[in-house]
């Protein structure tokens, strides 16, 4: 199941208590956990370092089988393992306090013996802040303790015997047996003191949670194709909310590679304005009302330090220094090195991020979200600068770091703002300085069809003066910019499934970005592929592709940013919102599509 320590990262599960989250191997250990927040430290951090980067393992003493599912509808994590000796089911979860006195970061871990007699280990080896100090670990009232300056984990246990707190580890061993419950529950504070649970009070809050995540996603109403899918990746994609102000982040990992070996090893753990056209669609789609609303007044508020330019992520907190740094202590999932912390793309200009903006805002009017006085002078003022910047150039929706250029989804995406703030204003919703803002957004749109199109092959291309192609103009008609019928529109998909395609699996483009190595198919594109097919009458092709990439999600159905060509293994950090969120937009648009409705 590992090489050289190390799980495959399509064997991992997430777990999550909208503040954090845990990375579940199918062997059972808890490998990666930030502490207190998704943008934290690591307490547990294997996955970067399999020697010393810390975890939480739960496994039988024998040689066993796995099969693991989520709770229906829920993000509860039910693993069973089968022995020799008999089967036992571990159960874990991110706990969701109640209204009493509770941890707010809490990690619960029931054993259930079905049949037979299984002898079963666990093991806790933190190491705080990625696995560069190592944890102070001793016994306090009754619990086994680690601690290390600001940060403290209680570990409390019932039906484990009593535990071993040794020089590195808090362990044990137990026998699990028919219709015995053992549990093992992990209590954090940063800056604050322990609170140590009762068994009552553990279980209710386990019951609290059940019943939390299966009313949330009972809400959902769709019921077409890949019903499945859309609500797992839904659920995915709630997991990846920062419930104390509403963001999303990118994925709750860092460093995971996109190419084993390579240095293509980023810090998603931050949310993207990229994402929020996206992350308001399908929210709204699904019947998320409250999470789109809170997401569209985080993204808002967050934006206040640096309107009317818009930075490209921002911390979970609202704060905007993102600095990158190398963690080289660390040799990186599968010795992929350097493993890296903030983001230098937040230090970059990427002008597709306002037409994004924008876009959603026009989207979360016309849902029926009210937007005040204030808001709406920003919005305005945010359109009003993209008229000043359109025409330089930038680094792109893929955050090259090589030269800068005139990127041509980026223009695409200026005009996308543009034309948005002109039916916002339209529709009374901003002050109208339209006569303006849709002068220039007819001189992008020139600008585009002299210099971002390729008469000879008839499609659009990467950037002005390039020949290369870019997969993210699959997008051109989810933002309305080409009509479904344009030609210009179907030689751009046809010349992209050419040129970055293998089936229904697409590269992002080919050609420099100033990082080096390889990377794999890019799923977000590959399911802008299907969008594409099916919003141009293509549905039985998009069909096709559809059902070929949902059988690509791992076993509990999740995705990482990428996949291998050579063997379909994962690559890139894991689960991916953008992903879930992509794979969401193609079943509703193929579903209406197949509906008669657009």
């Not at 479904?484 to 420099?512: K, M, N, Q, S």
């Amino acid at each position: 199941m590992r090489e050289n320590g190390y799980a495959a990262i399509r064997d991992y599960a997430v777990i999550g208590d909208g503040r954090t989250a845990a990375l579940v191997a199918k062997d059972g250990s808890i490998d990666w956990l930030c502490l207190p927040d998704f943008d934290s430290s690591s307490v547990f951090g294997r996955i970067l370092d399999a020697r010393r980067g810390g975890s939480f393992e739960l496994q039988p003493e024998e040689p066993f089988e796995v099969e693991r599912r989520y709770r229906p509808d829920s993000n509860i994590l039910e693993t069973m393992f089968r022995t020799s000796s008999g089967t036992v089911q571990i159960t874990d979860a991110m706990l969701l306090a109640d209204d009493g006195l509770a941890p707010m970061r809490e990690v619960l871990r029931r054993v259930e013996g079905l049949d037979g007699h299984v002898p079963m280990r666990w093991r806790i080896e933190p190491r705080f802040d990625f696995g560069r100090r190592r944890a102070r670990l001793d016994r306090r009232a009754g619990r086994a303790f680690a601690s290390s300056g600001p940060d403290a984990l209680a570990v409390s246990t019932w039906g484990t015997g009593e535990p071993i707190v040794a020089e590195e580890a808090i362990k044990g061993r137990f026998v699990a047996e028919p219709g015995s419950t053992t549990v093992i529950d992990l209590t954090a504070a940063h800056q604050e003191p322990v609170v140590l649970p009762c068994r009552d009070d553990v279980e209710r809050r386990f019951e609290r949670t059940k019943r939390f995540w299966t009313e949330w996603s009972g809400r959902i109403p769709y019921d077409g194709p890949w019903r499945d899918a859309v609500v797992r990746s839904a659920l995915a994609l709630r997991l990846c909310v920062f419930a104390p102000s509403g963001a999303i982040v990118a994925a709750p990992t860092t460093s995971l590679p996109e190419w084993i070996g390579g240095t293509r090893n980023w810090d998603y753990r931050f949310t993207w304005l990229r994402d929020a056209t996206f992350a308001i669609d399908a929210l709204l789609r699904l019947g998320c009302e409250s999470e789109a609303t809170s997401f569209f007044w985080w993204f808002m508020h967050a934006s206040h330090l640096t309107q009317p330019r818009l930075q490209i992520l921002y911390r979970v907190n609202g704060a905007h220094r993102a600095k990158e740094r190398e963690l080289d202590e660390l040799p990186g999932y599968m010795s992929s090195r350097p493993v890296r912390i903030g983001n230098g793309a937040a230090d970059q200009v990427q002008l597709d991020v306002y037409g994004d903006v924008l876009d959603s805002v026009a989207r979360f009017a016309s849902s029926g979200g009210a937007i005040d006085r204030t808001t709406a002078k920003e919005i305005a003022a945010i359109a009003d600068y993209v008229t000043e910047v359109w025409d330089c150039v930038d680094a792109g929706i893929w955050e090259v770091r090589g030269p800068p250029a005139h990127h041509v989804h980026s223009k695409i995406m200026c005009w996308v703002a543009l034309d948005r703030a002109c039916k916002l204003a339209g529709a009374g919703v901003i002050p109208d300085r339209s006569t303006r803002w849709r002068a220039v957004a007819d001189e992008i749109r020139r600008f585009v069809e002299e210099r971002g199109f390729d008469r000879v092959r008839g499609t659009y291309v990467r950037a002005a003066g390039q020949e290369d192609l870019d997969a993210a103009l699959l997008t051109l008609p989810m933002f309305e910019f080409a009509g479904e019928g344009d030609p210009r529109l179907a030689g751009t998909i046809d010349a992209v499934e050419r040129a970055l395609a293998d089936g229904p699996f697409v590269y992002r483009y080919r050609g420099e970005d100033g990082v080096g190595g390889d990377e794999g198919y890019f799923l977000p594109c590959s399911f802008w592929l299907v969008d594409a097919l099916a919003r141009t009458g293509r549905l039985a092709h998009a069909t096709r592709n559809m059902d070929q990439l949902v059988a690509c999600a791992n076993d509990v159905g999740l995705y990482a940013e990428e996949l291998r060509p050579d063997d379909g293994a994962f690559l890139g950090n894991f689960p991916q919102a953008l992903v879930h969120l992509a794979l969401i937009s193609a079943a509703l648009c193929v579903s209406e599509r197949s509906e008669g409705r657009s």
